[in-house]
C-alpha cells in the first residue's frame, strides 16, 4: 500500500506547458488511495482544462478567491448566483501535503515574497502542511540566479523542491528544466513520506491468533481467538514504517504486505521457538497472541478411541512466551496483553511485574464490545511506572492505532 493511501492532496497548478502532464499526476495520486484537490493559477487554465482535472480528482477545481463555478456549464447570472468565498485558509489547512506541479519561475518568486495575487499563492501561505515543488521551465531560466535564489528561499521556509529533469524542452532546447515525470515525482513523495514515517528504521515483533495444542493427529486444544487484534496492530505498525514480524497461530487472517513477514505457526512451542529467533533484533514486541497456557503431556500417534465412558487428559503448562522475552529484555520495548475476570487492574498491575513489561493492554470481560470475535474491543493502558488511561470501546483497528501511538510516545531507542 502506498504511503499516499489517504493523504488529502492539493495540487497547485501554475501556467507552464507541464501542466498538461498533471492529468497524469492526478490519476496516479488517485491510483495510490490519496484524497485530491486542485487549485490552478488563472495562467494554467490556458494549458488544461479544470473540467479534466476536476473529472480525474473527482472534486471541484478551485481557482479564483470566489468564483466555485470554474468547471461548470453555467454561465452568465446562474455562473455569480452559484459563486461562493474560496476559503484559502481553510483549503491550506485541508491538505496533509501541497505539491506545486509545474512550479513556474513567476509562481515561486512570487510565494517567495508573499506576492498573494492568485488563490494558490494564499493558499500556499495559509498551509501549515509540507509543500514540494515540482519546478519546470527553459534551462536557462532554470539556472538563472534569480530561480536559485527562489529554490534557495523556499528551501530555507521548509519546502522541498523536486529537481527539474533534463531533456527536450517546450522551446526546442534541450537541456535540465523539464518537470520530473508524474511516476517521479510520486516517488519522490513517497520516499520523503517514508523516510518521515515515525517507526522507519524499527522492528517489530507481534504475536497473534491462538495456539492448538495437539491431543492427537486429529484434535486438539484451541481457543476463539481469530487473530484480528494482532493483524491489525502489524498493520498499523507497518503503516508507521516499521518492518514487522508477525508470528500467527492459526487464522483465516492473510496480508499482503512487504512490510509485514507473516510466520505461521501450530502450537504454542512453535510460536515460542519463532519468537526467540528474532527476539534479540527487534525493538519492540506486542504479545497479542491467545496462547493455549496448557497442552496435552503426551500425544497419541493415532487417534484415540472412543472405548471408555470416561476418559481424561493430563495436561502440561507451555511455557509463557512473553515471560520469557520479559527476561530476555535488554533495550526492547515489551507489551502484554492481559484479559482478567475480577480485580482486573491489580492483576495487570501484577502481570507487568511478573513479565517484565513495559506497557500492559488489559481486556475486562466485563466491558460488553471486548474480546474474542467482535469488531470491537475496549481497552485500559498500564505502563510500568502503573498509570492507568482506561480507553473508550473502539474498532479493533482504532485500538491498533492507539497502541502503536503509545510505542511511539514511550518508547525512545
Ligand atoms: N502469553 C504468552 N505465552 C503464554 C501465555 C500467555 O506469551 N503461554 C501472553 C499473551 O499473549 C498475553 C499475556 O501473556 O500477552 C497475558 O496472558 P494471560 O493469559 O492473560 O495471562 P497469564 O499470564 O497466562 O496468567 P493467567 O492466565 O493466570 O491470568
Redesign the pocket.
Known amino acids: 500500500m502506498s504511503v499516499l493511501s489517504g493523504k488529502k492532496v492539493l495540487l497547485g497548478i501554475s501556467g507552464g506547458i507541464a501542466a498538461y502532464k498533471t492529468a497524469s499526476l492526478v490519476r496516479l495520486f488517485i491510483k495510490a488511495g490519496a484524497h485530491v484537490q486542485v487549485i490552478m493559477t488563472p495562467a494554467s487554465k490556458d494549458f488544461i482544462t479544470p473540467l479534466t482535472l476536476s473529472t480525474l480528482s473527482k472534486n471541484p477545481v478551485h481557482s479564483s478567491f470566489y468564483n466555485e463555478d470554474d468547471d461548470s456549464s453555467h454561465t452568465g447570472e446562474q455562473a455569480k448566483q452559484n459563486a461562493e468565498w474560496n476559503n484559502h485558509v481553510e483549503l491550506g489547512l485541508w491538505a496533509d501535503l501541497i505539491l506545486i506541479a509545474p512550479a513556474t519561475a513567476n509562481t515561486m518568486s512570487k510565494m517567495v515574497n508573499g506576492n498573494c495575487d492568485n488563490l494558490l499563492i494564499a493558499t500556499y501561505l495559509s498551509a501549515k502542511c509540507p509543500v514540494y515543488f515540482a519546478p519546470a521551465m527553459d534551462l536557462d531560466m532554470y539556472k538563472h540566479p534569480s530561480t536559485i535564489a527562489s529554490f534557495d528561499a523556499l528551501k530555507s521556509f521548509g519546502n522541498f523542491i523536486i529537481p527539474a529533469e533534463s531533456g527536450e524542452l517546450a522551446s526546442g532546447l534541450s537541456g535540465e528544466g523539464r518537470m520530473a515525470e508524474p511516476e517521479n515525482i510520486i516517488a519522490f513523495l513517497e520516499a520523503d513520506l517514508e523516510s518521515k514515517l515515525p517507526l522507519k528504521g524499527k522492528k517489530i515483533l507481534i ?1 497473534a491468533g491462538p ?1 492448538y495444542e495437539a491431543i492427537d493427529p486429529v484434535r486438539f486444544i484451541g481457543n476463539h481467538s481469530t487473530g484480528k487484534m494482532g493483524f491489525d496492530i502489524a498493520i498499523c505498525a507497518s503503516n508507521m514504517g516499521a518492518e514487522v514480524i508477525l508470528v500467527s497461530g492459526p487464522t483465516h487472517l492473510a496480508v499482503n504486505n512487504t512490510n509485514i513477514m507473516l510466520i505461521r505457526v501450530v502450537s ?1 512451542q512453535q ?2 521457538d519463532v ?1 526467540h529467533q528474532y527476539y534479540n533484533n527487534v525493538d519492540v514486541a ?8 496448557y497442552r496435552p503431556k503426551n500425544v497419541a500417534n493415532q487417534k484415540i478411541k472412543k472405548n471408555d465412558a470416561e476418559f481424561s487428559i493430563e495436561l502440561e ?9 520479559g527476561e530476555l529484555k535488554q533495550n526492547q520495548f515489551l ?6 475476570t475480577e480485580n482486573e487492574i491489580e ?1 495487570a498491575k501484577l ?1 507487568i511485574q ?2 517484565n513489561l513495559d506497557l ?2 488489559l481486556n475486562s470481560l466485563q466491558d460488553e464490545g471486548a474480546g474474542f470475535g467482535k469488531p470491537t474491543n475496549k481497552i485500559t493502558f498500564i505502563d510500568k511506572s502503573f498509570v492507568v488511561e482506561p480507553m473508550e470501546l473502539k474498532s479493533k483497528e482504532e485500538v491498533a492505532l492507539d497502541i502503536i501511538n503509545k510505542v511511539i510516545q514511550q518508547y525512545h531507542a
Not at 506486542?286 to 497456557?293: M, R
Not at 507489551?335 to 482478567?340: D, K, S, V
Open positions: 504475536t495456539t504454542a510460536m515460542y519468537c506486542i504479545a497479542a497472541a491467545a496462547v493455549a497456557d503448562k507451555t511455557k509463557d512466551i512473553l515471560a520469557s522475552l507489551i502484554g496483553f492481559a484479559l482478567e492483576n502481570k511478573k513479565k500492559i493492554v
